[in-house]
């Protein structure tokens, strides 16, 4: 039986709950149609670890980029609460356990860069990098809600020569290194251009640029917050607002192909139980680029390959830090960066590349419940249990295909070692026990996620990012295909990436002829 829609959206994440909200309010009769069991995509909440009432953001975990401004236009019952510490970053100079704290103050981040590194000049230059990096985000960032603007246009409203060289021109790595004396603050500046991406700092590519500008944009800030109830929250938030409104939601339904002639579209599902087909008007995809091409029958473009380690724990307490001047509740509230030296990051690139796994894996790990302890069960909660999450970077997919599981196993091991090196206790006495008696700690690999999420060879931009400004065939809105109404609303648009919503806004955008 054939059936009739105005919109059908291929898959259910975030973004898709997005235009689905936007357009059902608009008037449009919308289907989501999505193969797992739930909504929700990457930004999902989970209890992974058997009999144990902790619900943790199992994929995505941080938010920033998501505008106030679809919050707002969406009426949802979500929020995000401040990190009181921005980063701490471990390190020994002369023998001595120390590092570095940003946050708590200007006075307090000023005093620990001098204990570092024995004056003042790198805090300034510090302060004025950032000083730099806000400036743009304030003028960029409202922008990503908006028709795409041409390069020039946005270079006009960034209105700062020195600002757009650093981001759009020279490899970041140009303008860390003109700043910044210190290894360890080099390195932990270039880890924003790392995140999900295997790039060097002076990749000529800029693909370590284009990553860099979006962590430190959203909002108009770069604040990275806290979602209260972990990212399921936001999910839950959009489905229930899209349900709300009309939007009719299909879980377990797997997009099969889609017909086009630009002007009507035909959708083809199947269930566990049957297949079905649904004509619509429009279609959006929030699925990777790479899929899109295998549904409508186009030429994929060249495949993308992720490079992180993504690891979820729950302890029984925090570990002590070699470094006693901070207290743990402090260090692990912001992001603990740990082998992110600024040499450290570059030899771990050499390594990946030349095909092993990095000698000093680089990570970043944070205490969601430090902030937010709604997550934990009451028990938990009251006997100080608090959750842990890594995410390691340069460990591309390649790595893995020979020998998955061994090389994970090998990856992890590796990964905690480096964090172990700055504890006073290995962080194995700290992990609490599932309901079996083992340990509760999961590790996601590139491969992991490309099963699980069907994300591209794990990579959780779908592709590398792209700048957001108009560029050949991108069109109005930057979620346009070669298919006139066939958008592409997921990560792979022009301005996705991360938690945003913002492709599904933009999307929904071009529907509505805005």
């Known amino acids: 039986m054939l059936t009739r829609t105005d919109v059908v959206i291929v898959g259910g994440g975030h973004n898709a709950l997005v235009a689905a909200a936007y357009l059902s309010r608009a008037g449009r009769t919308v289907t989501v149609l999505e193969r797992l069991g739930t909504t929700g995509g990457a930004a999902v909440s989970t209890r992974p670890f058997t009999g144990v009432d902790a619900r943790l953001s199992r994929y995505s975990y941080l938010v920033s980029l998501l505008p106030r401004k679809i919050v707002r236009d969406l009426d949802l019952d979500f929020a995000v609460r401040p990190r009181t510490v921005s980063s701490y970053t471990p390190t020994v100079r002369d023998g001595r356990a120390t590092g570095l704290l940003v946050g708590g103050g200007d006075d307090r981040t000023r005093a620990s860069f001098a204990r570092l590194t024995g004056g003042e000049r790198e805090y300034a230059a510090w302060h004025r990098f950032y000083g730099t990096t806000r400036h743009a985000a304030e003028r960029i960032f409202p922008t990503l809600t908006e028709p795409l603007p041409t390069r020039e246009e946005l270079r006009t409203r960034v209105a700062d020569e020195a600002a757009w060289r650093l981001l759009f021109e020279e490899p970041i790595g140009v303008g860390i290194e003109e700043r910044f004396s210190d290894d360890l603050v080099r390195g932990v500046v270039l880890t924003d251009a790392l995140i999900g991406t295997f790039a060097d700092a002076h990749d000529p590519g800029l693909a370590q640029n284009r990553c860099f500008l979006y962590h430190v944009i959203g909002n108009g800030t770069g604040d990275w917050d806290v979602p209260v109830g972990g990212m399921g929250a936001l999910t839950d938030a959009l489905a229930a607002t899209a349900r709300a409104s009309g939007a009719e939601l299909r879980t377990g339904h797997e997009v099969t192909r889609i017909e086009t002639d630009g002007q009507q579209a035909e959708v083809t599902y199947r269930t566990a139980g049957t297949e079905g087909t649904i004509a619509a008007r429009h279609v959006l995809v929030n699925a990777s680029p790479e899929h899109l091409a295998r549904l409508v029958g186009d030429t994929p473009p060249p495949p993308a390959e992720g ?193 945003s919503g913002i492709p599904g806004h933009n999307a929904a955008m071009a529907v509505l002829g805005r």
């Open 307 to 499: 490079a992180q380690l993504k690891v979820n724990m729950l302890l029984k307490r925090l570990p002590r830090l070699k470094d006693t001047s901070v207290d743990p509740r402090e260090a692990f509230a912001g992001t603990f960066h740990v082998a992110e030296g600024y040499a450290q990051l570059a030899a771990a690139h050499v390594e990946a590349a030349a095909g092993s796994l990095p000698s000093a894996p680089p990570s970043e790990i944070y205490c969601h419940s430090l902030t937010d302890p709604t997550i934990l069960g009451p028990d938990l909660a009251a006997r100080g249990y608090q959750t842990l999450t890594l995410f390691g970077l340069h460990t591309p997919a390649r790595l893995f295909a020979a020998d998955h599981d061994t090389v994970r196993a090998a990856l992890l091991k590796a990964t905690l070692a480096q964090l172990d090196a700055h504890l006073a206790e290995p962080l194995e006495d700290c992990l609490a026990e599932d309901a079996d008696g083992r340990p509760c700690i999961e590790a996601k690999t590139p491969l992991d996620l490309e099963r699980d999420l069907r994300l591209p060879g794990g990579n959780i931009f779908h592709r590398e990012l792209s700048f957001p400004y108009a560029q050949a065939g991108t069109g109005r809105w930057g979620v346009e295909t070669a298919h006139a109404n066939v958008l592409l609303c997921g990560a792979g648009a022009v301005r996705g990436g991360g938690v």
